[in-house]
Structure formats: C-alpha cells, structure tokens
C-alpha cells in the first residue's frame, strides 16, 4: 500500500487522450490536484470533465518555451504548487529516413526531447518548493531498447529523454527531487489507434503476456515512482511491456 497522494499538485502533459489521460485518471482517483495539459482546448477540457475529481485543463504547446511556463504559473495559480511532472506528451509520425523531410526531425525532437527540458525546466522552481518533488518522463521501448522501421527519430528522441534524465537525476538531487522514466511497450491508445488493426495484432502476438497494455498500467508505475516509497529510486526506468523487448526469436514465442 502506497502512502495516498491525496492534495499533491500534479502536471500531465499530453492528458487529453491516450497514456497520460490514464496517468491523469490514476493520479486524480487517488486525490491528486491534476492539471490537464494539452494543445487542444476542447479535448483537455472534456477529459478534465470525464476525469472529474478537480481535474483542470489548460491549453499549451510544451515544444514552446512560453507554453511550458504558462503551463507551470497554471498549476501553481490553480493547484498551490507543483509536486509532480508527469512528461508524456509525444507524438509519433512514422517515416522511413529516406523519405524523412528534415523539418519533420525537428519536429518531433522539438515535442519529445526538447518539450521534456523545457517542462522540466518551467516545473523546477516549483518542484524545489515541494517537500516530495517529483518527475516522471514517459520515453518508450522504442529507441532505447528497440528499433522499428520509420522511428528514427522518435527512437533518437526517446533514447534522448533517458540522457536528459541521468544527468537532470544528479542536478535534481540537490533539491531533493528524483527523476524517473517509464518504458511503454505497445499500450492502447488512440495514437496507437491510427497505426492500424493489423500493427496491433501483430504487436499482441509478439508479446509473451499476448495482449497489449492499458493506459492504466503505465499510470500506476508513474504513481508509484511519484510516491513516497520510491523515494531513494532516481534516474531508473521501469519498463512496463508485457514482455515484449524478452524473445530472442518468433520460436522463443511458441
Ligand atoms: P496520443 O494518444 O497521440 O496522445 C498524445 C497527447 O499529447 C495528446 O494529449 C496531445 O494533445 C498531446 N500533445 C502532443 N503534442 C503536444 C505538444 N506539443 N504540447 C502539448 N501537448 C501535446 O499519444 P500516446 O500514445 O498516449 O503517447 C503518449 C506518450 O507515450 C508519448 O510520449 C509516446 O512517445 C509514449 N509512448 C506511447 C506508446 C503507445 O503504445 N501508445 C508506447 C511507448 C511510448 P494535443 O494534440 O491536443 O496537443
């Protein structure tokens, strides 16, 4: 049993649909003060509604520097501080290098990595007021584990996150503030949606468990980095996969 976070001052980005409306459910169910972040006004106000609990939204492009300051003075107006950064959000276009445009590199650098240091960084003042400063960073199997055709940049951003984490967990640590990150294997969402039934079903059967996650499973290995149990645990990954990254071979599966 994990010691409530009932009050603390959470930050999801990327909450409005997919993994981090699930970090967001798991954290608000459990009494945290959760503020919504995503682009699209309407999308973060209806999934703060359907989360309920106090669950607010505010509407910010974390790739932008004013964006993940408006973010972080939000949370402090509405929620008296931040004690938790969840960074998720993401995106995940898929384009072989030789058809890559370059701007489209820059793109999703500029979201995943990028937009992870300057959430961090806009948080950080507010973090170090907390007496439980937490941050967990969603990166992905992909990139620093796996490879796949299509993801050369969002496996180079994803591998990035986890650089930016070895040396923010040093740098944070004087504050008393632990940085983790969760590995997603393939979880349902509606990102994941748009790749298609036939990518989904071969995922599953690639996966030892044969199924693919929920968003809650990566919400609860957030919350229990959040938690005051995890307290001497920083600059670590969990990888939450069902597996998947194990089989040497398709035999191995059998
Ligand atoms: P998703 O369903 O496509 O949702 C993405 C969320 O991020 C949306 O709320 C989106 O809202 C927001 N977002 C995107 N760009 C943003 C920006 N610049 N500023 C603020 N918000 C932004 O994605 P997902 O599948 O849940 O993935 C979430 C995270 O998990 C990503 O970091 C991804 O790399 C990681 N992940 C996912 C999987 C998976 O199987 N789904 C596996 C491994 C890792 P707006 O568009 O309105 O901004």
């Given amino acids: 049993m994990l ?18 409306k699930g970090i967001a459910r798991v954290f608000a169910n459990q009494g945290a003060k959760v503020l919504i972040v995503c682009r699209t006004a309407s999308e973060g106000e209806a999934c703060a509604a359907e989360i309920g609990n106090g ?72 973090l ?41 967990c040093i740098e944070l640590a004087k504050h008393n503030i632990t940085i983790n990150a969760v590995l997603p294997g393939n979880v349902i969402t509606e990102g994941l949606a748009e790749l298609g039934e036939e990518y989904q079903k071969s995922m599953a059967a690639s996966t030892p468990l044969k199924k693919l996650g929920v968003v809650e499973d990566i919400g609860n290995a957030a919350l229990f980095l959040a938690s005051k149990e995890a307290n001497y645990i920083t600059g670590q990954t969990i990888i939450v996969d069902g597996g998947q990254i194990l089989p040497e071979s398709l035999e191995a599966l059998e």
Wanted: glycine share 14%.
């Fill in 55 to 126: 669950a607010s939204a505010f509407s910010a492009d974390i790739s932008d520097w004013d964006g993940a300051q408006a973010m972080a003075e939000a949370a402090v107006a509405r929620n008296g501080g931040i004690d938790i950064l969840c960074a998720n959000a993401g995106i995940f276009p898929q384009t072989n290098i030789e058809d890559m445009d370059p701007g489209e590199w820059d793109v999703v650098l500029g979201t995943n990595l990028k937009g992870n240091f300057l959430s961090v960084k806009a948080c950080l003042p507010h």
């Fill in 3 to 20: 010691t409530p976070i009932t009050g603390r001052s959470v930050v999801v980005t990327g909450a409005s649909k997919g993994i981090g």
């Fill in 128 to 168: 170090k007021k907390s007496d439980q400063g937490r941050v967990v960073l969603t990166s992905s199997i992909t990139g620093p584990v796996t490879g796949f055709p299509g993801w050369s940049h969002y496996g180079a951003s994803k591998s990035g996150q986890l650089g930016f984490m070895r040396t923010a």
